[in-house]
């Protein structure tokens, strides 16, 4: 028999648990202290269960960074095929052959025009090919206006002259005493319009039959005036100006024209001749020449300054408006501009022939003179009188001139500018010509300089 004071109280464990840490497994000793608690390990079925979480839990510990690993070589490999592959595709595609776009023949002329060479009126230039380009080109013409804007050092000075009745080119030069490399485009660019854009003003209020050239006009302010609120006619009839159109032509009356445009012609009409005259369209095929430009205006105050050719953002080249003025030299009819007479390949057999060829009808015959008689008053008694008299009154040329100046400030190249566009004679006309001169903070020359230098070589005096 156990004595009672040696017993100890068993509990009876119930369920079950990894660890034992219960009251009835701790003893006392002597001095009140407590031992470290026993472990107990469960047996059995218990155990196996455990040894089998423990392993799953070893496998998935082990899996985790297996896994990140494995996740950041795989974004890594994708990365490389795709970088692969893109190589691959850009190779591929660097290695196609790019599809040529032929260049016209009137370009590789343009390009080649410098180094022509030969007689005044044969001059000829030899490509890669071998191919000899036989020019349209007067030599004699060319250097005389090359000449003369390099003489007087124009900042920015181009010239194109062609023949009205076939669309020849009889002269296109540019010269620039600040920036070379801008002559190459010159012609072909786009520069502010102004007072040029009078002449399809007039074009619209001819062809609707609005006028003719003895029609006046009441307007108020000053021929130059740029602010349409005060060109309109006050009612009191005493305090307008009067004029009629052929003389505001030739003095380049800005509120005539404005009111021409607007109370006139009107904005359907302006806008019919702005596309028929071949803006915001590619009109010259085959050409580097820039399709020239003519927004419809929005207001009234926005069609007067277009008709008086002060809208800055109708912009055209140099090439398009001496097509232009030869359209109306020659009755009209706008004939495509070329400037080679022949090519011959190597054997000296003609691969390609000039050909005339009409682009398009711009005004009817009758407008065309009514025109020609407005244009003539430029140089007679208008803003080019100057330029072709000499101090004494006596004209510098014994033929008649049609022409057009126009001047406005812009700033691509920033400078003031200077056009002039004429034929001549007016009545018979065998050249039409267009000159712009650019200057800067210095005036050189006004493009009635080159025009008139540019007639007289022509005609010989």
């Not at 006619?233 to 009111?259: C, F, L």
């Not at 003031?416 to 903070?441: C, E, G, K, T």
Request: charged letters at 25%; hydrophobic letters at 40%.
């Amino acid at each position: 028999m156990q004595d009672l004071k040696n017993l100890s109280r068993q509990n009876r464990r119930i369920g079950f648990s990894f660890f034992s840490f219960g009251r009835s497994n701790r003893k006392t000793t002597r001095s009140g202290e407590r031992p470290f608690p026993r472990l107990y390990l469960p047996g059995g079925k218990h155990r196996v269960f455990l040894k089998r979480l423990l392993v799953a839990a070893a496998i998935v510990l082990t899996l985790i960074p297996l896994s990140q690993f494995a996740a950041r070589k795989y974004s890594s490999l994708a990365g490389e095929i795709r970088s692969w592959m893109i190589q691959r595709r850009s190779a591929a595609h660097q290695a196609e052959p790019a599809e040529k776009v032929p260049v016209s023949s009137f370009v590789t002329a343009c390009l080649l025009l410098d180094d022509a060479s030969g007689p005044p009126d044969q001059l000829t230039a030899r490509t890669l090919e071998g191919e000899l380009l036989h020019y349209t080109i007067r030599g004699d013409l060319q250097k005389r206006v090359h000449d003369f804007l390099a003489k007087n050092q124009v900042p920015y000075g181009v010239f194109v002259a062609i023949e009205p009745s076939t669309g020849r080119i009889l002269a296109m030069t540019a010269h620039s005493s600040v920036e070379p490399g801008w002559s190459k485009n010159a012609s072909f660019n786009l520069y502010p319009m102004a007072s040029l854009f009078k002449i399809i003003t007039a074009s619209a209020a001819l062809e609707s039959r609005r006028i003719t050239p003895e029609t006046v006009i009441e307007f108020r302010g000053n021929a130059t005036s740029e602010n349409p609120r005060y060109w309109e006619a006050s009612p009191k009839k005493s305090r307008n100006n009067r004029t009629d159109v052929t003389y505001a032509m030739g003095k380049s009356i800005n509120p005539v024209y404005g009111r021409l445009a607007c109370d006139i012609a009107g904005k359907a009409s302006v806008m019919e001749c702005v596309d028929r005259f071949g803006f915001n369209q590619p009109l010259l095929p085959g050409t580097s020449a820039k399709e020239s430009t003519a927004a419809e205006p929005q207001s009234s105050h926005g069609l007067m300054l277009m008709g008086a050719g002060l809208d800055h953002e109708v912009k055209i080249s140099p090439l398009h408006a001496a097509v232009m003025m030869a359209a109306i030299a020659n009755g009209g009819r706008m004939m495509a501009p070329g400037l080679t007479d022949r090519i011959t390949d190597r054997k000296g057999k003609e691969k390609e022939t000039f050909a005339p060829h009409e682009i398009r009808r711009l005004v009817a015959p009758e407008t065309a003179a009514s025109l020609t008689r407005m244009l003539s008053s430029t140089v007679t008694t208008g803003t080019s009188r100057r330029a072709f008299h000499d101090r004494r009154g006596r004209p510098r040329l014994d033929v008649e001139i049609a022409a057009k100046t126009g001047s406005i400030n812009g700033s691509d190249p920033r400078g003031q500018y200077s056009w002039f566009a004429a034929y001549a004679p007016a009545h018979n006309p065998r050249i039409a010509l267009v000159a712009l001169i650019i200057n800067q903070d210095k005036w050189r020359i006004k493009s009635a300089q080159v025009g008139e230098q540019a007639l007289e070589e022509f005609f010989g005096n």
